[in-house]
């Protein structure tokens, strides 16, 4: 079992910065066999969940949504257990709740896709 909780958000300016946190349970990243994919996702209300980037344990190899390519930047701290997401340049466009994902083995850009979720944390951005 694989526990998540987010933090981080808040309200800030258009144009700002904002880094989110997602701490994890141990074992998802003492686990190299099998390997864990992180992801960041954020919803909207009357909108489906959408995939915002991800960062597979083995290479760290990355993927962005494009929306966010350019001003988004996911990293992961295995010694502290963490994935990050800082976003830079944000827009009121980017106002959502984000929620933190993860996934055994391989990866993939749709909620239907992660295992583990954690509760959400709200980045509203003004205009």
């Known amino acids: 079992q694989v526990q998540l909780v987010e933090s981080g958000g808040g309200l800030v300016q258009s144009g700002g910065s904002l880094r989110l946190s997602c701490a994890a349970s141990?074992?998802?990243?003492?686990?190299?066999?099998?390997?864990?994919?992180m992801a960041w996702f954020r919803q909207v209300p009357g909108k489906e969940r959408e995939f915002v980037a991800n960062i597979r344990q083995s290479g760290g190899t990355t993927t962005y949504a494009d929306p966010v390519k350019g001003r988004f930047t996911i990293s992961r701290d295995n010694a502290k257990s963490t994935v990050y997401l800082q976003m830079n340049n944000l827009k009121p466009d980017d106002t959502a709740v984000y929620y933190c994902?993860?996934?055994?083995?391989?990866?993939?850009?749709?909620?239907?896709?992660?295992?583990?979720w954690g509760q959400g944390t709200q980045v509203t951005v003004s205009s």
């Open positions: 994902a993860g996934r055994l083995v391989g990866e993939a850009t749709t909620p239907g896709g992660y295992t583990y």
């Open positions: 141990r074992r998802a990243f003492t686990s190299y066999n099998p390997s864990y994919t």
